[in-house]
């Protein structure tokens, strides 16, 4: 279960509470065709997928799927945020990984919050 959520604080985005299900891991085929162009020359046969799905709350609106892509060895996970109508997927970036998917999921989506909002690029 995504047991170390992001915080009440850091899960809000213009008044909007955000909630996520617990992560799964996926197969390649499973993940948008964006995030594995953006995996680039390393092998897919030796990366994990996994995806959490978003709600905006209080309505529990989809808000699209948190999507990863996780090198263990590299000690890197590559990650975006999948809209649907129309899909479409965000730039997803590398960032230094360690631990498990929830931790993968939980440094996609600080990345993707804090691309929104414009405090770091992405």
Not at 52 to 81: F, L, R, S, T, W
Not at 86 to 107: L, M
Request: contains cysteine; glycine residues 8%.
């Amino acid at each position: 279960m995504f047991a170390r959520s992001i915080d009440h604080a850091a899960a809000q985005d213009n008044g909007v509470d955000m909630y996520m299900t617990p992560a799964g891991e996926v197969s390649a085929a499973d993940v948008h065709p964006d995030l594995i162009r953006m995996v680039g020359t390393r092998a897919i046969s030796s990366l994990r997928f996994a995806v959490a799905c978003a709600y905006a709350m209080p309505d529990a609106g989809p808000y699209g799927e948190i999507e990863v892509a996780i090198d263990e060895a590299a000690k890197q996970a590559c990650g975006g945020h999948r809209l649907y109508n129309p899909d479409r997927f965000s730039k997803a970036v590398w960032f230094p990984w360690q631990g498990d998917i929830d931790d993968a999921i939980g440094g996609a989506y600080v990345r993707i919050r804090a691309h929104q909002t414009n405090q770091e690029p992405v």
